[in-house]
Each structure stands twice: as structure tokens, then as C-alpha cells.
């Protein structure tokens, strides 16, 4: 490299200063060092920075477009010290969380969000996967956290418990099975059954009830339009379909083995390999924004008390 950041710093100096003299004391040199740096710069980049030939030195054209580049080469050069002084202090170069898909997304973005507010210099990526395929993706891209409905514990993982999540048994007010009481098991398994695919190939999901017909689609997103259509049944977190079962666009199922369930979300990460200041930092925005992984779930349509039976 031909550039020395050195001495774009003294041509800033002069031009900000008005003179070699004053640029001198600024960068705390003697004036013929900064004039050395200066004609050594020139002769570097091979083009005349510099008009010396009256009063005051002034940049010429070239030096004028140069120092707007070079402007902003120092202020990237600032930027590359403060990240490495944050690294040197024990900041992670990056941070991989595996988010489980039927949690919210949104605690964790107001998580992100924060930190870059913070101008915490870690990179950080969030990865979206559904049941089992959350642990496996977790392992597979030796990920520092993940955020998950379910997984295997294991002695060198450590979890914490965040805030309950309620899962609803909903179908379109058109289903053939909307407004019939006492449903069955066989009564659900004569029909189209929605869930979610397992991204790991490793099992679905074990509250699924076993009927032959079951559409499998990419998130619960996509799950709750195909809700909306009539197309099948199948649970859905309670924050998803709040305003739906509201409205009267969707409807939850009078199952006699209990239409709903109730989950623990957990926070997890390897002991053996603890967080950092970033991986605490994200940990601790999400405890502190968990109450948002149960928003806005309904009451159920009758004061009845659901029987909490066989659910698969």
C-alpha cells in the first residue's frame, strides 16, 4: 500500500489548521516532520497535493479530491481502532442464536435493536428454525444460544426459564368441524391436520394427532394464512391468532382432549463455552422484554374449564 494514513492526517491538519506551523503543534511534531510527511505523501501517490507558490498552501484540485477520500479513510480507520479496543476488552467478533419459529421474533429484534444502539461492535445473526431442528441447528453451527419450545438436556447445556406460552387448537368458523362440540380424536383425524416441518428431519411435532392428511408448511405465519383459508386445523400460539379469534376469523375447536396447552420457553446456552459480553448483554435484554413472549392470549369461548386429556 502507497497510503500512509500518517501522513493523510498531517494534510488534514494543514488544510483544517491553515498552515504547517499550526498543524505542527496540533499533531504535536516539528514543522519540517510534517512537511517530510507531506512531499513524501505526494511522491507516494506519484500527483502534487499542495499549490506552495503563494502565502498560504493550498490544496490543488487533485489534493482537494484526494483529502475528501482520504477524510473518509481516516474516519474508517478511527471506526476499525474503537472496534479493535471493544474486542480487546472481550467483545465477541460474533454471536449465532437460534430462535425456535414459534416463539416471537419481536423481544428478540427489540433486543437487537438496543445493542445497536449500544454500538456494541459484535456481529450478530439470528437463525429461524422449528422443533427439533432448533437443538440440531444450535449443534451443528456450534451457535451461542438458543431460544427453544423444547429440546434434550444435556449435562454441558444451561437453561432458565422464560415467561409461559399458550398454544390454541384453532380452524376457520367454514371448517366442518367449527361450533361442534365434544370433538373427538377420530373426529380431527378424518380431517386436515397443519403443522409446521421439522427442519431436521429428526420427528414433527408431538402434538400432532396422528391422522393420515396432515400439510406441512414452512412457519407459523404461513400456517395461520392456511388457517384463515379453511384449509386444516392445527394449534397455533396465542399471540399469533389473538385478533383472529377476536374477529370471529378464526375459531378454537371444542376438542374433548383440551383445546389448548401451555409451554415454558427456554434460554440456553453451552457451559463449557459461556457467553460473552454480547451473548450476557442479548440474554439480558430478553429476560427483561420476556413478558412479550405471551401477549394477548384469549380467553376461551365458553367459562368452562377444558379437560386436559390426550393431546399428541
Not at 451457535?143 to 444451561?158: C, E, G, N, T
Request: glycine content about 10%; some cysteine; overall charge positive.
Amino acid at each position: 500500500m502507497k497510503l500512509d494514513l500518517d501522513a493523510l492526517e498531517a494534510l488534514d491538519a494543514v488544510i483544517r489548521e491553515g498552515g504547517l506551523a499550526p498543524a505542527a503543534r496540533r499533531l504535536n511534531k516539528v514543522r519540517s516532520a510534517v512537511s517530510y510527511q507531506l512531499r513524501r505523501l505526494e511522491k507516494q501517490l506519484g500527483v502534487a497535493l499542495l499549490d506552495r507558490s503563494g502565502y498560504r498552501i493550498r490544496l490543488t484540485p487533485a489534493g482537494d479530491a484526494l483529502l475528501a477520500e482520504g477524510r473518509r479513510v481516516l474516519a474508517q480507520a478511527e471506526q476499525v481502532e474503537a472496534l479493535a479496543r471493544q474486542f480487546v476488552q472481550g467483545w465477541e467478533a460474533r454471536l449465532t442464536v437460534i430462535l425456535d419459529g414459534i416463539l416471537p421474533l419481536e423481544p428478540v429484534l427489540a433486543a437487537l435493536k438496543t445493542m445497536a444502539d449500544e454500538r456494541i461492535p459484535t456481529r450478530i445473526q439470528v437463525k429461524v428454525e422449528f422443533l427439533k431442528g432448533v437443538q440440531y441447528r444450535f449443534e451443528k453451527d456450534a451457535a451461542d444460544l438458543m431460544i427453544v419450545k423444547d429440546y434434550d438436556a444435556h449435562p454441558y447445556l444451561r437453561a432458565e426459564a422464560l415467561p409461559e406460552i399458550t398454544c390454541i387448537l384453532c380452524v376457520a368458523p367454514g371448517h366442518p368441524l367449527a361450533g361442534r362440540r365434544g370433538v373427538s380424536l377420530v373426529d380431527l383425524q378424518e380431517q386436515v391436520e397443519l403443522s409446521v416441518q421439522d427442519s431436521s428431519d429428526q420427528g414433527g411435532d408431538q402434538h400432532m394427532f396422528g391422522g393420515e392428511r396432515v400439510f406441512y408448511l414452512s412457519g407459523f405465519v404461513a400456517k395461520r394464512q392456511a388457517l384463515l383459508m379453511g384449509l386444516g386445523f392445527g394449534w397455533m400460539p396465542a399471540y399469533l391468532v389473538t385478533d383472529e379469534l377476536a374477529a370471529g376469523r378464526l375459531v378454537e375447536l371444542d376438542y374433548v382432549g383440551g383445546s389448548r396447552y401451555r409451554f415454558t420457553p427456554r434460554l440456553v446456552h453451552r457451559i463449557d463455552r459461556p457467553p460473552g459480553p454480547a451473548g450476557r448483554r442479548l440474554a439480558e435484554l430478553v429476560r427483561q422484554t420476556a413478558a412479550g413472549f405471551e401477549v394477548g392470549s384469549p380467553r376461551p369461548r365458553s367459562g368452562r374449564p377444558k379437560r386436559s386429556g390426550r393431546r399428541r
